[in-house]
């Protein structure tokens, strides 16, 4: 499957931005999604993902409350809708999908087996 995000950009704190990340090559349907976020010099750190069984959601837990992923199987596409901002939020976004990810490995970069191209976020304060 291939990932093309987009929807990146700059933003001023408290600002929002929604990033879409369109797969194609295979449905999405019964794959998990995900997004990561990574800043120059430090690993991936899991931002919030969307299981395909069940529709569970998870998030990191400094963007708990703030940022909203969802997924629209007969459009091929997750999004995440980021509200309130923070500079700490910039970064380069990645979309990610995997299947048959154990529940206790949703938040590890090493699951996903596809990756998209990232899109850059940048939040003045």
């Known amino acids: 499957v291939q990932l093309q995000a987009s929807g990146g950009g700059l933003v001023q704190a408290g600002g929002s931005l929604r990033l879409s990340c369109a797969a194609s090559g295979r449905t999405i349907r019964r794959l998990d999604m995900t997004w990561f976020r990574q800043i120059p010099g430090k690993e991936r750190d899991f931002v919030a993902a969307?299981?395909?069984?069940?529709?569970?959601?998870y998030y990191a837990d400094p963007v708990k409350g703030r940022f909203i992923i969802s997924r629209d199987n007969a459009k091929n596409t997750v999004d995440l809708q980021m509200n309130s901002l923070e500079p700490e939020d910039t970064a380069v976004y990645y979309c990610?999908?995997?299947?048959?990810?154990?529940?206790?490995?949703?938040?590890?970069?090493?699951?996903?087996?596809?990756w998209g191209q990232g899109t850059q976020v940048t939040v003045s304060s």
């Open positions: 969307t299981r395909w069984s069940g529709g569970h959601t």
């Open positions: 990610a999908a995997g299947s048959s990810i154990i529940t206790s490995s949703v938040r590890s970069s090493n699951a996903y087996p596809y």
